[in-house]
């Protein structure tokens, strides 16, 4: 950790350009005085804990919205326990479900939800413990020794879950307290289509039209608990422009990342990805031309190529917004001249930089080379890979083959999956020719695979006589070791086993020489900025609770004007827009619903708050603290967010109160949860 | 004009790429191979007559649609009719208008439709003229002449209109014979706010909601016409997948502009354009903060610079679509290796391409030295040059102030409009900053415009202490001549002086350097493309009747799933997204009529039809030659169309005919127009 008092001073000179509304931000340290500017709003700490502890952590994110500890979350959050909960004979998940009264209220196996009670500075006794400690690998050992112990302390004297979270990259570790309940129970679901209406195609796109909601209730000693903070709801409804808060617990974010780095990103990796999936996709799209049935297996994989376009479109596109871009230059610039002004000691935006020139020369083989096109010959690498790694003593394997990953890889290879060979041969000779055309045919991978045939006919060779589609014969040699390996003749097989040495030297390169280095020189920078700036800059999201805030507003993208919210009547619009064609189909409750339902309704609103994966199901409140909407998903654009936020026309997309309300009141006959969810009895 | 009998047994293997479903064909030379190969539809000759005959040309485009004469076309179409009509006291574009009874039909002052009943193919008589010509002046004058007698001779043996026009760049010419009539009656618009829903924000923008149409009435002897073919509504409406066909008179294409005249067009005139536009954009949403008068003044402006960049965008989204770019690479390079192949002379890419490296090398002064701000400098610009060029005889003039010219800049001069000072010095220091920026502080224009001063004061200093604003004063100094110019100590009209010999320079080389050269090899590759294809590709748009065929399809664009058709319920939905404000409030008897309106009812659809500006009002046709729809615009990405046309996700758009009867049944209380419509009496 870098020497911080001397500097402490200069802060305020050296605070990097505010960026909007960019920030998810620790409950111990919002960003007053940024609200305060940007918003005049000044909350008090009884608001901030009053939201800190009505905000539930159910997997991804939920909150109280009533004294009888109503949790309010995504469907997509909860589809875990409605999956679990359903069976052929009673589809929870495509048909919904209401429980009208408490004893119908279904209890969700293995399920935790948990509370932030409070939390505690504990940099001092983590590194304090690590004081002696010569060489990085020591004071990460007595860290870890001293971590928990404070975890196990702290759970002995309060009794609540305990766990201590660095934060700005290891600048600071804080004990947080958790108060747990493992019993809770699904009240209400919509049916799947109206939870997802618009479906893959409609994912990260915004406008929305998704009723992604549920609801369930948090048990304690058979009874329903009585939270002392729940969110009721708000007096007012949102509207256009709103200051808005959301509590939630996004997973992980990359903001960290230099110009070099991002721009490897932009220029170089991300352009090889993109082209490699319009390929796919147009590969795909010709193979489902085939035949009915060539259609039916290819949609699967043609469903995760769109929509792995769909979102490096869209990392692409924040990527190149020039106001973000600038903001990023400007900031990183002042950064810069701040850490060589206060004389600190290293240069990590050169490790980067390096470690980013190294992917960029290799991006090409690192793409080809990777297993990425989920066909079989990945299934023979992984066979071939893990009967040799694991010869080797644990410190000199791949990362991906030491014990802790070795089940997950297992599982898969003994999993029973259906493989259709003129699919697998259509994208194996796919990626052949991409790997060509990439590296070149001189190239020994090229080389190695291709032995002087065509793309196609070497994909041919390969697929059609191997025997790996067969589950048996991979735990068959799963189990064989090498000894199995080396005696296979099977052709897929024998091509992994010639590949395996580019493919380690790669693999090795890409850990040794680009992952190892990059991760230094961000716990560097995280440091060093958190030295220079303190606490006047966000943290990186941990998927721990966190506060984002943002204002209700619509956008302009590519000279469409796309408006802050959108209504019932335009659900039923989009659906007959497409005139009623799945994904664009309404589920049965809704379309039975239409004359009941006021087309006017909102339905979805858009808010500038800086969120990512793991606020599913995060509670949007307003400056009164009561509950406005839901965060369930957000727009193409935004998926930037994990390397720099933007507020141009990155959206956060969220479900509107009133159309929960309007939901349960007119289309799934559960009055009783609206009066509830409004604070009556 | 090439020679190309010899040729002619190569055609089919010369054929280039089809273009799905490319072209604005004339109707005596339809795709007849295209159509059957692609939706196996045959079109007879009565079919096309029909066509043919009920396609009224009405400025832009319309059609017969009643035995009764009444004409169906876009209200943008009719505007200038209906705004003729219209008087403070009696705002039919605001309020809308129904005919109700014939005498309420209103007829519009100096409106002209006209049907093309016949057409002949003259260009042996054209060429024949010319034979004995010398020089290109000399063969042009002598074709004038005998298309002037040719047309003459049409009118008085047949009594119609009659006019030659080229094809194919000149290697054809027909005489065209229509029927005209001069008495056309309003008989219905709806409210203006209804048919332009969206404003300038939606223009060209789909999802669309416009209920852009307008009914008028052509009269003969003070009768309704009864013309032979009009138009039946389709007894099954447009459905997804459909094949549809578009009659109406498009106004130009540049389809045959080279790669390389692509390629500056993609890579440096438009992102110059772009580039400022952009920063006008946000220049003037600067200037809109300073005060609510402020914004006032800049509103205009802002509007046209935003249209602007929306257009440019789309053409560059349309230039940079992969599928197009390779198409008409693989197409030139067709046309290159059989124009080689059949030793024709010369070659016209070479002298495109040269023409537009010289337009490159001099872009940057093109546009800065351009009067594309719409300042007070412009008009200063304009007196100066007016003076200037009038003293010199007609040949030597540059091309804008020769005779046929003048008086539109004198009316343009003569126009009292409202200046505001404040704006002009912003807009003027913008155009002086972004002049140093692009040629740098050494260039002759910027040290000329500056002499050593920033843009702003610069800007202040010849704007602030400028009369030109006052009307009188500039028509004063119109009247005064060169004397006059050379007399007056106006801040602003000094430094036009000294600009002008840079000014001078500069457009007189992209006359003679850029622009007659680009058109001499747009003629020769449009003549060469004819000899060696023949008729088997379609001709560029001359504004005159034309063709276009295409399927209803919607699009993925951005990774978002757009719908071949809009309804009724999305237009309320997109009001209702947008809070009612404007541009997006519903007009009165829309919001009125809400109860009444069907919401599933489709509004707008769109379909691959290769259209383009005039073929607005053009009727939209099913197989059995009943209308479906009516189209009124197109999409951002068809912009590019002018250049290249895609099938990816450029669309026409069109107004659906159950809207029509929709609209006048259930908002506008013209049951008997919708009757008339539907072939009732």
Same mark, same amino acid.
Not at 131 to 143: F, H, L, P
Not at 181 to 200: I, K
């Given at each position: 950790?870098?020497?911080?008092?001397?500097?402490?001073?200069?802060?305020?000179?050296?605070?990097?350009?505010?960026?909007?509304?960019?920030?998810?931000?620790?409950?111990?340290?919002?960003?007053?005085?940024?609200?305060?500017?940007?918003?005049?709003?000044?909350?008090?700490?009884?608001?901030?804990?009053?939201?800190?502890?009505?905000?539930?952590?159910?997997?991804?994110?939920?909150?109280? +919205?009533?004294?009888?500890?109503?949790?309010?979350?995504?469907?997509?959050?909860?589809?875990?326990?409605?999956?679990?909960?359903?069976?052929?004979?009673?589809?929870?998940?495509?048909?919904?479900?209401?429980?009208?009264?408490?004893?119908?209220?279904?209890?969700?196996?293995?399920?935790?939800?948990?509370?932030?009670?409070?939390?505690? !500075?504990?940099?001092?006794?983590?590194?304090?413990?690590?004081?002696?400690?010569?060489?990085?690998?020591?004071?990460?050992?007595?860290?870890?020794?001293?971590?928990?112990?404070?975890?196990?302390?702290?759970?002995?004297?309060?009794?609540?879950?305990?766990?201590?979270?660095?934060?700005?990259?290891?600048?600071?570790?804080?004990?947080?307290?958790?108060?747990?309940?493992?019993?809770?129970?699904?009240?209400?679901?919509?049916?799947?289509?109206?939870?997802?209406?618009?479906?893959?195609?409609?994912?990260?796109?915004?406008?929305?039209?998704?009723?992604?909601?549920?609801?369930?209730?948090?048990?304690?000693?058979?009874?329903?608990?009585?939270?002392?903070?729940?969110?009721?709801?708000?007096?007012?409804?949102?509207?256009?422009?709103?200051?808005?808060?959301?509590?939630?617990?996004?997973?992980?974010?990359?903001?960290?990342?230099?110009?070099?780095?991002?721009?490897?990103?932009?220029?170089?990796?991300?352009?090889?990805?993109?082209?490699?999936?319009?390929?796919?996709?147009?590969?795909?799209?010709?193979?489902?031309?085939?035949?009915?049935?060539?259609?039916?297996?290819?949609?699967?994989?043609?469903?995760?190529?769109?929509?792995?376009?769909?979102?490096?479109?869209?990392?692409?596109?924040?990527?190149?917004?020039?106001?973000?871009?600038?903001?990023?230059?400007?900031?990183?610039?002042?950064?810069?001249?701040?850490?060589?002004?206060?004389?600190?000691?290293?240069?990590?935006?050169?490790?980067?930089?390096?470690?980013?020139?190294?992917?960029?020369?290799?991006?090409?083989?690192?793409?080809?080379?990777?297993?990425?096109?989920?066909?079989?010959?990945?299934?023979?690498?992984?066979? +071939?890979?893990?009967?040799?790694?694991?010869?080797?003593?644990?410190?000199?394997?791949?990362?991906?083959?030491?014990?802790?990953?070795?089940?997950?890889?297992?599982?898969?290879?003994?999993?029973?999956?259906?493989?259709?060979?003129?699919?697998?041969?259509?994208?194996?000779?796919?990626?052949?020719?991409?790997?060509?055309?990439?590296?070149?045919?001189?190239?020994?991978?090229?080389?190695?695979?291709?032995?002087?045939?065509?793309?196609?006919?070497?994909?041919?060779?390969?697929?059609?006589?191997?025997?790996?589609?067969?589950?048996?014969?991979?735990?068959?040699?799963?189990?064989?070791?090498?000894?199995?390996?080396?005696?296979?003749?099977?052709?897929?097989?024998?091509?992994?086993?010639?590949?395996?040495?580019?493919?380690?030297?790669?693999?090795?390169?890409?850990?040794?020489?680009?992952?190892?280095?990059?991760?230094?020189?961000?716990?560097?920078?995280?440091?060093?900025?958190?030295?220079?700036?303190?606490?006047?800059?966000?943290?990186?999201?941990?998927?721990?609770?966190?506060?984002?805030?943002?204002?209700?507003?619509?956008?302009?993208?590519?000279?469409?004007?796309?408006?802050?919210?959108?209504?019932?009547?335009?659900?039923?619009?989009?659906?007959?827009?497409?005139?009623?064609?799945?994904?664009? !189909?309404?589920?049965?409750?809704?379309?039975?619903?239409?004359?009941?339902? +006021?087309?006017?309704?909102?339905?979805?609103?858009?808010?500038?708050?800086?969120?990512?994966?793991?606020?599913?199901?995060?509670?949007?409140?307003?400056?009164?603290?009561?509950?406005?909407?839901?965060?369930?998903?957000?727009?193409?654009?935004?998926?930037?967010?994990?390397?720099?936020?933007? !507020?141009?026309?990155?959206?956060?997309?969220?479900?509107?109160?009133?159309?929960?309300?309007?939901?349960?009141?007119?289309?799934?006959?559960?009055?009783?949860?609206?009066?509830?969810?409004?604070?009556?009895?």
């Amino acid at each position: 950790m870098l020497h911080r008092t001397a500097i402490a001073l200069a802060i305020c000179l050296l605070l990097p350009p505010a960026l909007a509304d960019e920030g998810m931000w620790t409950f111990d340290n919002p960003p007053l005085s940024r609200l305060d500017k940007t918003y005049g709003f000044q909350p008090s700490a009884a608001w901030l804990a009053h939201l800190q502890q009505a905000a539930v952590n159910f997997g991804a994110s939920s909150s109280f +919205v009533s004294p009888d500890g109503l949790l309010l979350t995504n469907h997509h959050v909860a589809l875990g326990c409605i999956d679990k909960l359903s069976s052929p004979a009673r589809d929870l998940a495509h048909n919904g479900y209401v429980a009208h009264q408490r004893y119908e209220e279904l209890r969700c196996p293995g399920s935790m939800a948990r509370v932030l009670r409070s939390s505690e !500075d504990v940099t001092q006794q983590v590194v304090e413990a690590s004081k002696t400690a010569s060489g990085g690998d020591a004071v990460t050992a007595m860290r870890k020794r001293a971590i928990a112990r404070l975890e196990a302390d702290c759970k002995q004297q309060t009794g609540l879950a305990c766990e201590v979270v660095p934060l700005y990259k290891g600048s600071l570790y804080h004990l947080y307290r958790y108060k747990e309940w493992d019993d809770v129970r699904l009240v209400f679901a919509p049916e799947y289509q109206a939870a997802f209406f618009g479906g893959d195609a409609d994912n990260f796109v915004y406008p929305r039209h998704a009723l992604d909601f549920a609801l369930l209730r948090v048990y304690e000693n058979g009874q329903p608990v009585r939270p002392v903070h729940y969110l009721k709801l708000a007096k007012r409804p949102v509207a256009e422009g709103d200051l808005v808060f959301v509590a939630g617990h996004p997973g992980a974010t990359d903001r960290l990342l230099t110009q070099a780095q991002l721009a490897t990103l932009r220029d170089i990796t991300l352009p090889i990805k993109l082209a490699s999936l319009k390929r796919q996709q147009a590969e795909l799209h010709a193979y489902s031309q085939r035949s009915p049935e060539a259609a039916r297996q290819a949609l699967d994989r043609l469903f995760g190529t769109e929509n792995g376009l769909k979102s490096g479109l869209g990392q692409e596109a924040a990527l190149l917004d020039p106001k973000t871009t600038a903001q990023k230059e400007a900031d990183e610039q002042q950064f810069r001249t701040a850490y060589h002004q206060q004389g600190l000691a290293g240069d990590p935006w050169a490790e980067a930089e390096a470690a980013s020139k190294r992917e960029a020369s290799r991006a090409k083989e690192l793409w080809a080379l990777g297993y990425g096109y989920r066909t079989l010959f990945e299934y023979a690498g992984q066979l +071939v890979e893990q009967a040799y790694e694991r010869q080797l003593p644990e410190s000199e394997r791949l990362n991906a083959y030491r014990s802790a990953g070795l089940p997950e890889i297992e599982r898969r290879l003994r999993a029973k999956v259906p493989f259709y060979k003129d699919l697998q041969v259509a994208v194996q000779a796919g990626y052949f020719a991409e790997a060509e055309q990439l590296l070149g045919k001189g190239h020994s991978f090229v080389r190695t695979v291709l032995m002087d045939a065509t793309p196609q006919e070497a994909a041919e060779k390969a697929i059609r006589n191997s025997k790996l589609d067969d589950v048996n014969e991979r735990i068959r040699l799963l189990q064989g070791g090498v000894a199995a390996i080396e005696a296979s003749d099977d052709p897929l097989l024998q091509l992994a086993r010639k590949v395996y040495p580019l493919r380690r030297e790669l693999v090795r390169y890409q850990e040794t020489q680009i992952e190892t280095p990059s991760k230094q020189a961000a716990e560097q920078l995280g440091q060093a900025r958190f030295a220079l700036y303190g606490r006047e800059l966000p943290p990186d999201a941990t998927a721990t609770l966190r506060l984002s805030y943002g204002k209700v507003a619509g956008y302009q993208a590519g000279g469409i004007s796309t408006p802050w919210k959108t209504t019932f009547g335009g659900l039923y619009a989009r659906a007959d827009s497409f005139d009623g064609k799945p994904p664009f !189909d309404l589920a049965p409750k809704v379309a039975a619903a239409r004359s009941k339902v +006021v087309p006017s309704t909102p339905l979805n609103f858009v808010t500038t708050a800086d969120i990512i994966g793991g606020n599913s199901g995060s509670p949007v409140v307003n400056r009164d603290g009561e509950w406005v909407g839901l965060i369930f998903d957000s727009n193409l654009e935004s998926l930037g967010n994990r390397f720099a936020y933007s !507020d141009t026309t990155a959206r956060s997309s969220a479900v509107d109160a009133r159309a929960i309300l309007h939901a349960l009141e007119r289309i799934y006959g559960a009055p009783e949860l609206a009066r509830e969810l409004r604070g009556g009895k």
